[in-house]
């Protein structure tokens, strides 16, 4: 599986960061991948637009771990809004809300995989109650923190050394001697920097 993960990320000549911390290092097999090979297989491929916009889409479901059902949902939604101007803010807040990724971004797990896992399992509360719902939605105020039974976890005793290993997001908090964080506003699509064209992917499901 994890193997496959990687594979993913070649098949799109682009990093999605599934395998976490792996993929910020020299350890990640598309980092050891060529320039002059890439250049290569883009060369090679000939895409046609529906092939481009089914890429897009791929990408983005891909990076947040989502099933297609589940992601569907989220266009669905964000497609249903009355302003086309900002719908896809509006989907990076849905996305970028759910708690198995705000556990992620906030150090709290090494991957996305790994902190929906996590929540599953029940060792997060939100605003003191047990949340096991990865796509549960927070918003900006809602407080989240390892449960005190769960912070003795290995995985846990390494949150300080896994966020000097990453970029701060300025939207968040975080607490690493606490284990507890949260949102303190949306971010921008700037900030998240997604890996694929929301819009072209909207194109995609509005054929």
């Excluded at 991948?33 to 890429?55: C, F, I, P």
């Excluded at 769960?150 to 939207?171: C, D, P």
């Amino acid at each position: 599986m994890r193997n496959n993960q990687c594979k993913i990320c070649r098949r799109f000549d682009q990093k999605l960061f599934l395998k976490g911390d792996k993929c910020f290092t020299a350890k990640c097999p598309l980092a050891r991948k060529s320039s002059n090979t890439r250049r290569n297989d883009k060369r090679r491929r000939k895409v046609s637009e529906y092939g481009r916009q089914l890429a897009e889409k791929q990408k983005l479901r891909f990076f947040y771990g989502l099933k297609e059902k589940q992601f569907h949902r989220y266009i669905d939604k964000a497609l249903r809004r009355p302003s086309q101007g900002n719908r896809d803010q509006f989907l990076i807040q849905e996305l970028e809300g759910r708690l198995d990724n705000i556990v992620y971004r906030l150090g709290l797990a090494d991957s996305r995989g790994r902190a929906r896992q996590l929540v599953s399992h029940g060792h997060f509360l939100v605003n003191g109650k047990k949340v096991d719902r990865p796509s549960y939605q927070l918003k900006p105020g809602v407080k989240i923190a390892v449960r005190e039974k769960s912070k003795k976890m290995a995985l846990f005793q390494e949150v300080g050394e896994r966020l000097k290993k990453k970029e701060g997001s300025t939207w968040l908090e975080i607490n690493p001697q606490g284990l507890e964080g949260g949102i303190l506003r949306w971010p921008t699509l700037e900030e998240v920097n997604p890996p694929a064209n929301i819009l072209t992917i909207f194109e995609f499901y509005s054929r």
